[in-house]
């Protein structure tokens, strides 16, 4: 299984980045998708997450500002980022929970990451 993360970059405080997460691998079926981000010297956090029926849950930092949305055809992952600051510069992990057809069960599985960086 792979999870191909992209969309990070350079932008200026106030503006807006929209990350995209995409699934493959022989995969049976994605329950949640998530996005964690690991800031310098800091512990990795999760920003928001996504049920396969919808359901979202966002840290408190970013509640308002981030906007989690999932396509189950496509098995992508989204998080629309605005009103970017300068404390949200990171590298943001996709995470996902998914049924492989080679295992009995779910496991947590990782991207590689994307760097977003807030500076003007």
């Known amino acids: 299984v792979q999870l191909q993360a992209s969309g990070g970059g350079l932008v200026q405080p106030g503006g807006s980045l929209r990350l995209s997460c995409a699934a493959s691998?022989?995969?049976?079926?994605?329950?949640?998708m998530n996005w964690y981000r690991q800031a310098p010297g800091k512990q990795r956090e999760l920003v928001a997450g996504?049920?396969?029926?919808?359901?979202?849950n966002y840290a408190d930092s970013v509640k308002g500002r981030f906007t989690i949305s999932r396509d189950n055809a496509k098995r992508r992952v989204y998080i629309q980022m605005n009103s970017l600051k300068p404390e949200d510069t990171a590298v943001y992990y996709c995470?996902?929970?998914?049924?492989?057809?080679?295992?009995?069960?779910?496991?947590?599985?990782w991207g590689q990451g994307t760097l977003v960086t807030v500076s003007s």
């Open positions: 995470n996902a929970h998914i049924l492989l057809a080679s295992r009995t069960g779910y496991d947590y599985y």
């Open positions: 691998g022989s995969i049976l079926a994605i329950n949640s």
């Open positions: 996504i049920s396969v029926g919808g359901q979202t």
